[in-house]
């Protein structure tokens, strides 16, 4: 299959257990996760993406963007299943959200990427910016 075979959509709901599987591939989901939650994480996202496989009209991607809709917006939880990779969905991903965010006329837009993705940004338009984002994680 190819990326001919998929369509991205910029969704207000998704089926919950695809979505589920989707962060489990990305490593985020963690046991004490609450599935019920996974509606009001799409419905609260400025924009949430999902590659469908056309012939299944499953999830076999996704990705969302945060953001107050004014100024700025951060790009999140980019993943494609493994056997998708390679194919340009997950540059299709972050394009539809950079276009959406474009569109709403904000004028900064980040993300976090790990440091084995840096690559696969930049040609996208994302450069690094100096030093390294602070962040809050109370102790699980």
């Known amino acids: ?16 257990e695809e979505i589920v599987e989707l962060y489990r591939v990305g490593g985020w989901w963690k046991e004490h996760c609450d ?9 609260g996202s400025f924009a949430f993406v999902v590659a469908v496989e056309k012939s299944i009209g499953k999830a076999i991607g996704m990705g969302r963007a945060l953001s107050e809709g004014v100024s700025d917006a951060w790009i999140q939880d980019i993943v494609v299943f493994d056997s998708w990779r390679g194919k340009g969905i997950g540059r299709s991903i972050v394009k539809a959200l950079l276009d959406y965010c474009l569109e709403k006329k904000l004028t900064w837009i980040g993300l976090v990427a790990e440091p084995d993705t840096r690559e696969f940004y930049t040609p ?3 450069r690094e910016l100096p030093g390294e984002p602070l962040v809050f994680q109370p102790e699980e």
Not at 7 to 14: G, N
């Open 1 to 16: 299959m190819s990326a001919d075979d998929i369509e991205i959509k910029l969704v207000h709901t998704w089926p919950t």
């Open 35 to 43: 599935p019920t939650e996974v509606p009001a994480i799409i419905s």
């Open 124 to 126: 996208l338009g994302f």
